[in-house]
Nanobody, 121 residues
Protein backbone atom coordinates (compact mmCIF):
# COMPACT_ATOMS: atom_id res chain seq x y z
CA UNK A 1 0.00 0.00 0.00
CA UNK A 2 1.28 3.45 -0.91
CA UNK A 3 1.98 5.72 2.04
CA UNK A 4 2.59 9.45 2.06
CA UNK A 5 4.50 10.80 5.04
CA UNK A 6 4.73 14.49 5.75
CA UNK A 7 7.52 16.13 7.75
CA UNK A 8 9.12 19.48 8.39
CA UNK A 9 6.46 21.26 10.38
CA UNK A 10 7.10 23.11 13.58
CA UNK A 11 6.74 26.33 15.51
CA UNK A 12 7.95 29.49 13.79
CA UNK A 13 7.55 33.20 14.36
CA UNK A 14 5.56 35.34 11.98
CA UNK A 15 7.69 36.25 8.98
CA UNK A 16 9.67 33.04 9.24
CA UNK A 17 10.04 30.12 6.86
CA UNK A 18 9.58 26.37 6.85
CA UNK A 19 10.10 23.68 4.27
CA UNK A 20 7.74 20.72 4.29
CA UNK A 21 8.52 17.36 2.72
CA UNK A 22 6.27 14.50 1.69
CA UNK A 23 7.80 11.12 0.91
CA UNK A 24 5.97 8.36 -0.94
CA UNK A 25 6.79 4.82 0.12
CA UNK A 26 5.30 1.41 0.74
CA UNK A 27 4.15 -0.65 -2.19
CA UNK A 28 6.34 -1.24 -5.19
CA UNK A 29 3.90 0.92 -7.11
CA UNK A 30 4.41 3.95 -4.84
CA UNK A 31 6.94 5.49 -7.16
CA UNK A 32 4.69 5.12 -10.16
CA UNK A 33 1.73 6.47 -8.24
CA UNK A 34 3.75 9.50 -7.24
CA UNK A 35 5.24 10.17 -10.67
CA UNK A 36 2.08 10.01 -12.75
CA UNK A 37 -0.18 12.13 -10.56
CA UNK A 38 -0.74 15.75 -9.89
CA UNK A 39 0.28 16.19 -6.27
CA UNK A 40 -0.99 18.73 -3.82
CA UNK A 41 -0.43 20.22 -0.41
CA UNK A 42 -3.51 20.64 1.71
CA UNK A 43 -4.07 22.19 5.10
CA UNK A 44 -6.72 21.96 7.74
CA UNK A 45 -7.61 24.08 10.72
CA UNK A 46 -9.82 22.58 13.44
CA UNK A 47 -13.46 23.16 12.63
CA UNK A 48 -12.80 23.95 8.98
CA UNK A 49 -12.65 21.93 5.81
CA UNK A 50 -9.35 20.77 4.46
CA UNK A 51 -8.23 23.06 1.66
CA UNK A 52 -5.84 22.68 -1.23
CA UNK A 53 -3.11 25.29 -1.04
CA UNK A 54 -0.80 24.24 -3.87
CA UNK A 55 -0.68 21.70 -6.66
CA UNK A 56 1.93 20.58 -9.15
CA UNK A 57 1.80 18.64 -12.40
CA UNK A 58 3.53 15.26 -12.78
CA UNK A 59 6.47 16.83 -14.62
CA UNK A 60 6.74 19.70 -12.16
CA UNK A 61 6.12 22.42 -14.73
CA UNK A 62 2.56 23.48 -13.94
CA UNK A 63 1.93 24.89 -10.49
CA UNK A 64 -1.14 26.47 -8.96
CA UNK A 65 -1.61 28.19 -5.63
CA UNK A 66 -4.52 29.24 -3.49
CA UNK A 67 -4.83 33.01 -3.24
CA UNK A 68 -3.83 33.24 0.45
CA UNK A 69 -0.41 31.68 -0.25
CA UNK A 70 0.45 33.07 -3.67
CA UNK A 71 3.84 34.69 -3.74
CA UNK A 72 4.82 33.16 -0.39
CA UNK A 73 4.68 29.38 -0.92
CA UNK A 74 6.48 27.34 -3.56
CA UNK A 75 5.64 23.75 -4.39
CA UNK A 76 8.18 21.45 -6.01
CA UNK A 77 8.81 17.77 -6.50
CA UNK A 78 11.68 15.35 -7.04
CA UNK A 79 10.32 12.37 -8.91
CA UNK A 80 13.62 10.50 -8.60
CA UNK A 81 13.18 10.63 -4.82
CA UNK A 82 9.39 10.29 -4.81
CA UNK A 83 9.28 13.42 -2.69
CA UNK A 84 7.09 16.50 -2.71
CA UNK A 85 8.11 19.80 -1.11
CA UNK A 86 6.49 23.00 0.06
CA UNK A 87 8.68 26.00 0.76
CA UNK A 88 6.77 28.43 2.94
CA UNK A 89 8.05 31.96 3.38
CA UNK A 90 6.67 35.05 5.10
CA UNK A 91 4.52 32.88 7.29
CA UNK A 92 1.71 34.49 9.25
CA UNK A 93 -0.56 33.18 12.03
CA UNK A 94 -3.32 32.43 9.48
CA UNK A 95 -1.04 29.74 8.05
CA UNK A 96 -1.27 27.76 11.28
CA UNK A 97 -2.74 24.37 10.38
CA UNK A 98 -1.98 20.71 9.89
CA UNK A 99 -0.49 20.27 6.44
CA UNK A 100 -1.03 17.15 4.35
CA UNK A 101 0.08 15.94 0.96
CA UNK A 102 -2.01 13.87 -1.39
CA UNK A 103 -2.72 13.42 -5.02
CA UNK A 104 -4.91 16.00 -6.71
CA UNK A 105 -7.71 15.19 -6.72
CA UNK A 106 -7.18 13.71 -3.30
CA UNK A 107 -7.55 9.99 -2.71
CA UNK A 108 -8.90 8.97 0.67
CA UNK A 109 -6.46 6.08 1.03
CA UNK A 110 -3.45 8.40 0.86
CA UNK A 111 -4.19 10.73 3.76
CA UNK A 112 -1.39 10.56 6.29
CA UNK A 113 -0.94 12.06 9.74
CA UNK A 114 0.07 15.44 8.43
CA UNK A 115 2.59 17.81 9.93
CA UNK A 116 1.65 20.64 12.27
CA UNK A 117 2.69 24.17 11.39
CA UNK A 118 2.23 26.79 14.07
CA UNK A 119 3.03 30.43 13.42
CA UNK A 120 3.28 32.69 16.44
CA UNK A 121 2.88 36.46 16.52
Amino acid sequence: QVQLEESGGGLVQAGGSLRLSCAASGAASSGTTFKINYMGWYRQVPGKQRELVARISPNGILKNYANPVKGRFTISRDNAKNTLYLQMNSLNPEDTAVYYCNTDPAASQYWGQGTQVTVST
